[in-house]
């Protein structure tokens, strides 16, 4: 049985080319209102009245590619971690994962950028409370 699952979420992310943004944020949670849930003839579907984040990262190519990055270094802060991507060139989109990792949302940014740090806090597992990242166009080390 397979249900389709819609967002929605108008101002959340949009697809952008070269020239986009070096930083964003993901959104804390997801209402089921963000959600659509088409279910099969006969089913009826429904959302979580609010969809968590449950992890940020990279991706080298719009979410439909399934191309996760593997981080380059990752350390653990008081409340959190700090993963780092270094980059010798293609699309760098950062991915926010939501619920049961069955809901992202992803943002296409600056091609030009050559290292990018995702910062995230966390309250505990699973939920993590904040994620940002930042990119830059430095050389890196």
């Not at 101002?11 to 944020?25: I, P, Q, R």
């Not at 209102?33 to 088409?38: H, I, L, S, W």
């Amino acid at each position: 049985m397979k249900m389709a699952i819609c967002m929605s979420i108008s101002s959340a992310f949009a697809l952008v080319a070269h020239g986009a943004d070096m930083n964003a944020s993901c959104p804390a949670a997801l209402t089921g209102d963000d959600v659509t849930v088409r279910a099969p003839l006969g089913w009826k579907g429904s959302a979580q009245p609010v969809i968590r984040l449950v992890a940020a990262g990279m991706m080298a190519g719009p979410p439909e590619s399934h191309a996760d990055l593997v981080p380059y270094k990752q350390r653990r802060l008081k409340n959190g971690a700090e993963t780092t991507w270094v980059f010798d060139g293609g699309e760098k989109w950062y991915v926010c994962t939501y619920g049961s990792y069955a809901i992202q949302l992803a943002r296409r940014l600056d091609d030009s950028a050559t290292q990018c740090t995702v910062r995230h806090t966390s309250a505990g597992l699973p939920a993590v409370t904040s994620a940002a990242v930042e990119c830059t166009t430095k050389k890196w080390q």
